[in-house]
């Protein structure tokens, strides 16, 4: 039987390619249904610079993370956050790939099933010009004030999330769950 736990998530990392960017910020919200039990985020200090690219998409500076714990540092929270839970993200592979190779990095494997948000959106929403996730809380009124920042990405994912649960029952939820350690190996 599926769970009803959800573990809502979202990463920012120093690339824009998840395989070789480190994670600098994290955040996760805990969904049991549909009711939040907890929030947790974390910045996350890389072991090198911030690419300026990155530093003006997200706002995340060096200054910022140079007293962060290193991802070694909030692993444990983030498997602990994450166990028995479905995972959610918005273009979950991204999220998934990051942080899949992160726990590698500490000798640790993060296999969880997942539902992304933006495939399911496309399915459920198919008139839809764009599916990322500003234009998706435009569409269904969510507010969504700051992009690129993983606290308020998760927020607006859990909403949407939950708004098309609401709207579309949890049966198309659970059609689209993936077992991330069969989609990982696949790529």
Known sequence: ML???FAVLDVE????DPRVG?????????LDGLHERLRW???VRPTGKIPPFIRRLT?????MVSSAPRFHEVVRALETLTQD??????NVRFDMTALAHEFARTGM?????????????RRLLPQLEHYNLGALCRHLGIPFAAAHRAGADAEATARLFTK????FGTEPVYQQVTSWSRAFLAQ
């Open 41 to 43: 985020d974390s910045l």
């Open 13 to 16: 990392t120093t690339s824009g």
């Open 109 to 121: 494997v993060f296999d969880r099933d997942t539902v992304c948000t933006e495939r399911l959106s």
């Open 85 to 90: 839970r479905i995972v959610v993200a918005h």
């Open 22 to 30: 480190e994670v600098m910020e994290v955040a996760v919200i805990a």
């Open 164 to 167: 098309l649960v609401e709207e």
């Open 59 to 63: 706002g995340i500076t060096d200054g």
């Open 3 to 5: 769970s009803d736990r």
